[in-house]
């Protein structure tokens, strides 16, 4: 595999990532719901609530995660242009719309009791 | 741009270079066109299919608002009105609505980036022939009383052989599937071509944004349509061999049709939305003379759009009695997908408030889009709220919000799209006269039509309803509504005698740019696109150079003839467009035309259980196949010079080749159908535990562990036969032994496992277990016979000496498919023996 060949992979992963954890949490805390909420009332709700806050700081972990290897990209690289800059400037963008994302998701939980 | 001094070639052009060109890629005459497998042509024809469909499709809308207009009407028998809706929402969503959109980048694209043509004109001409015989027939059944009419989502239980007897819903579901099959072609030559034929430095900044949201409709066609592919699977071989997957008594639920035919649906909407989005972002720049704002965000707000629509499936699901904070999680990100689409809007509007707006068709028809769209997205955040959709869920008011989202985030953009690059594609331009008429008719009538919709629906009128009494006061909305549809009906025939007036098809000297548009498809073009291919340097190259037309005329550019003697095309790097090898495309050939018409033949002859006949067009068309494959992966020849002294190589294997690319994007749809497949086992298994069997009814373990055993090892096998390719002093009998022990092995594993799970007394019309496991072995089959004629197919090779260490993509290939197909079998046998063992 060549380097520029890795140097795109790189890049792709970046853009791809914010959105792909944004689905995976939500993915995560819509499976846990189904799988969980089928159990004794109180100890699921319990359960539920612990795996949405474990799932949401997996998740925000995960995106401060790939904005840290852009920063560390820049770094390396501050001269780049063309595709590699535009495209980490496009991850940047998707990771705050990812976190909305994530805000989104859990503030049902705020609202409605777990396991509702 | 190229430095204005020095070009890539000198001039004059050798006088017959342009005479070679043109004969190459000359288009073949009177009926040989269906031979022709270049995407001008292609394009067309697609594109005036697509419309076609539309057309038909349109008259069953009028002929049910007929039906609709008046209380207690018997113009239409209910039966025929269940036919008429079906065949209208599925034909508008399958055979008018992606088609289009797809016909549009075939045609488009490589103008657009400067390619001679996409990368797989065979695929792309199998794809479109596939798609006009498979849709003609499935429109045919129309007039036999043989359509499905389960409505165009065929919800379980009622399409199920108990409640919908008859051949239709089988059209239905092997019709659908197969044209699916031709929409994930059509997708990964976009995607190859997107990524791998711009013309060199059009880095992805300087993109044209029709090309950006082209590769994510196609990214999104990967991900999305392998579900619905495995929800069709599913429901034929219920319906076939009462394997009962949705069968509640015996542990299935028809719930899970809707999750996979959902997790599809609503993504389907944005697949039809973005690319309309995309010649929006083409034409309002050139309307205003002015660059797109906000360029970045755009694309953000395309990557995060393809995203969020597959975590929307669920509010399709509102009224299912799934739990209430479930719902909540989809509600929220139903609201969530607002932001990115809001994002696109005020780009365009801030586009159109930094320049100045020329009042053109095209401008007239986006600013409509921009109406009609906003309102359907408003409703669709109001169905989005729980409490709301459960008042309006299944009435009139959705079938208004749906209708507001997709005629005007696509029909209306679509025609936008056709008044613009009518001129890049005809000698004549569409008339602006009659346009703007055909305009004011549309969208009087679209409103006219569909908002009185949202106050029946309000009222209670339930869809899919083929009459009411007088009694329910839905006469006068629903007369106003039956006229404004005909009102539509006449902007669009008129924009049929514009067409039939004005549009004069041709390969060269069309209309040119009558818009003073920027991007490269509006370049002097012929049938074998750009005479000289630029290097670009700007996302506008023809409105900071303007002498580039001629420049590209004069052939002063790389590749101005073809070195080869034969179609070619450069291809260059995945995101900086670095020129990296010379493509040889293929010309015209029978091949495609044939395999297409022998599948689609095998796909409806199997509806008609015609098995025989349907067997024996199926190998034919898997003969021509291979035909088509065997004059592929052509021998490499020495570097060429495409100008600038810059020397490409005319062969390249690994990830270099665009073939390589093809294959990673076929395995992503299979890895995306297994996936819906691990998900529906899965959760057939929360809704029914006690239909899976208890440990002592499992298979012995030892019979998994033998089948991983021959998996790994037939991996380990076919690494072997790499390193004994043929080569100059090694002959073919090494390599020919180690794959054919590689495919013995795969098979073996397959045989194992379903032994083992017969012999354990495990059937598949017992119960959804018993169904699921052997759903897996068919999966697994699928490939394994793809994987045999695969190897068959580079033995073959190997011995005629098409296949050797340097000309091996045929290998490559295998290669990528047998280890996907090794991972597939490995997880499918954790699957169905590791997890009874685990959950019981």
Redesign the interface.
């Known amino acids: 595999?060549?380097d520029?060949?890795k140097l795109?992979l790189g890049?792709l992963l970046q853009?791809l990532a914010p959105?792909?954890i944004?689905?995976l949490h939500?993915?995560t805390?819509?499976a846990a719901?189904?799988?969980i909420?089928?159990g004794p009332a109180g100890a699921a709700a319990t359960m539920m609530a612990w795996t949405i806050a474990l799932a949401t700081v997996a998740a925000l972990t995960a995106l401060l995660l790939t904005a840290w290897t852009l920063h560390r990209d820049n770094a390396r690289h501050p001269q780049s242009l063309?595709?590699?800059?535009?495209?980490r400037?496009?991850s940047h963008?998707?990771i705050l719309?990812?976190l909305?994302?994530i805000a989104?998701?859990i503030?049902?939980?705020v609202?409605?009791?777990?396991?509702? | 741009m190229v430095d204005a001094v020095s070009y890539p070639n000198t001039l004059p052009r050798p006088s017959e270079e342009l005479a070679q060109l043109e004969a190459i890629w000359a288009t073949p005459g009177g009926w040989r066109i269906v031979t022709d497998v270049n995407n001008t042509v292609i394009g067309l024809f697609y594109t005036a299919t697509a419309v076609l469909f539309f057309l038909l499709a349109g008259i069953l809308a009028l002929l049910m608002r007929l039906q609709l207009a008046v209380p207690s009407n018997t113009f239409l028998s209910q039966e025929a009105y269940n036919q008429i809706f079906t065949m209208h929402g599925t034909v508008m969503m399958f055979l008018f609505a992606v088609p289009v959109v797809e016909a549009m980048g075939i045609l488009l694209l490589p103008q657009m980036l400067g390619a001679r043509d996409l990368p797989f004109p065979r695929l792309g001409a199998y794809a479109f022939w596939a798609y006009l015989v498979g849709g003609l027939i499935f429109f045919g059944t129309l007039f036999f009383d043989l359509a499905p009419s389960g409505g165009w989502f065929m919800y379980p239980p009622l399409s199920s052989s108990q409640f919908s007897p008859g051949p239709g819903a089988d059209f239905w579901l092997l019709g659908i599937g197969f044209i699916e099959i031709s929409a994930i072609a059509g997708a990964i030559e976009i995607i190859v071509g997107v990524l791998r034929t711009r013309a060199p430095g059009m880095?992805?900044?300087q993109m044209p944004m029709f090309a950006w949201t082209m590769l994510i409709f196609a990214g999104m066609i990967v991900f999305a349509f392998p579900a619905v592919i495995l929800a069709t699977l599913l429901l034929e071989l219920e319906r076939a061999f009462n394997w009962p997957f949705f069968i509640a008594a015996r542990g299935g639920d028809a719930l899970l049709w809707q999750h996979l035919f959902w997790f599809f649906g609503h993504p389907e909407v944005y697949i039809i939305f973005l690319p309309a989005a995309g010649m929006v972002s083409m034409i309002v720049p050139t309307m205003c003379a002015t660059p797109l704002v906000g360029y970045?965000?755009i694309?953000?707000a395309l990557?995060?759009t393809?995203?969020?629509s597959?975590?929307l499936w669920?509010h399709h699901m509102f009224t299912t009695g799934i739990?209430?904070?479930?719902l909540?999680?989809?509600?929220?990100?139903s609201?969530?997908v607002a932001?990115?689409s809001g994002i696109q809007v005020f780009a365009w509007i801030a586009t159109i408030a930094s320049g100045r707006l020329r009042w053109t068709t095209p401008s007239l028809f986006v600013l409509g889009f921009l109406v009609i769209f906003s309102l359907g997205g408003l409703t669709g955040v109001m169905v989005a709220m729980v409490p709301f959709d459960w008042q309006a869920h299944d009435t009139y008011f959705v079938v208004a919000h749906f209708h507001y989202v997709l005629v005007g985030g696509m029909v209306f953009p679509l025609f936008a799209a056709f008044y613009y690059w009518a001129p890049a594609f005809s000698r004549l331009a569409l008339s602006e006269q009659l346009g703007k008429w055909i305009f004011l008719l549309m969208f009087a009538g679209f409103n006219v039509a569909f908002f009185p919709m949202h106050l029946t629906g309000l009222m209670g009128m339930p869809r899919r309803v083929y009459t009411y009494p007088a009694v329910m006061q839905w006469d006068v909305l629903n007369m106003i509504s039956t006229i404004g549809a005909f009102l539509l009906a006449a902007g669009i025939a008129i924009f049929l005698v514009d067409v039939v007036r004005s549009l004069r098809p041709a390969m060269s000297k069309t209309a040119g740019n009558v818009w003073g548009a920027a991007t490269l498809e509006w370049l002097p073009n012929n049938v074998y696109g750009l005479r000289s291919i630029p290097a670009v340097t700007s996302a506008y190259p023809l409105w900071h150079h303007p002498q580039l037309a001629k420049e590209i005329e004069d052939g002063r550019h790389f590749l101005p003839g073809s070195i080869t003697g034969l179609r070619e095309t450069i291809v260059t790097?995945?995101?900086?467009a670095?020129p990296q090898y010379l493509l040889r495309l293929p010309g015209p050939g029978w091949t495609p035309f044939l395999a297409a018409v022998l599948t689609a033949a095998f796909f409806m002859l199997l509806t008609v259980k015609a098995v025989v006949l349907a067997l024996i067009c199926g190998l034919l068309g898997i003969a021509m196949t291979v035909v088509w494959m065997w004059g592929s992966d052509l021998k490499p020849l020495p570097p060429v010079d495409i100008g600038a002294n810059l020397k490409l190589p005319t062969y390249a294997t690994g990830?270099?080749s665009h073939a390589w690319w093809a294959m990673i994007v076929l395995l992503l749809v299979a890895g995306s159908l297994y996936l819906s497949y691990v998900f529906s086992y899965l959760y057939l298994w929360?809704v029914s535990p006690q239909v899976w069997p208890r440990l002592s009814a499992l298979a012995p373990i030892a019979y998994p562990i033998v089948s991983a055993l021959l998996l790994v090892l037939g991996s380990a096998i076919l690494e072997i036969a790499r390193r004994v390719l043929p080569g100059r002093s090694r002959s073919s009998g090494a390599f020919v032994g180690l794959a054919g022990l590689a495919a013995a092995a795969l098979t073996g594993a397959l045989v194992i496992d379903v032994l083992a799970q017969w012999r354990a007394g495990l059937r598949p019309e017992s119960d959804a277990h018993g169904a699921m496991v052997y759903m897996a072995a068919f999966l697994q089959g699928q490939l394994t016979i793809a994987v045999l004629a695969m190897t068959g197919f580079a033995i073959a090779r190997s011995f005629a000496g098409r296949l050797d260490r340097k000309r091996r993509v045929a290998f490559d290939n295998l290669g990528l498919l047998y280890h996907y197909t090794v991972g597939q079998g490995l997880l499918g046998l954790l699957l169905v023996h590791g997890f009874p063992r685990l959950a019981g």
Do not use: Q
């Open positions: 595999m060549s520029t060949f795109s890049n853009v959105p792909l944004w689905f939500l993915t805390v819509y719901e189904a799988l909420c089928i063309g595709s590699s800059r535009f495209l400037g496009v963008l998707l719309l990812s909305l994302g989104w998701t503030l049902p939980t609202f409605l009791p777990t396991c509702a | 880095t992805l900044d970045r965000l694309v953000v990557i995060a393809g995203f969020f597959f975590g669920v739990p209430a904070l479930s909540s999680f989809f509600s929220a990100a609201m969530a932001l990115p790097s995945p995101f900086d670095t990830s270099l929360t």
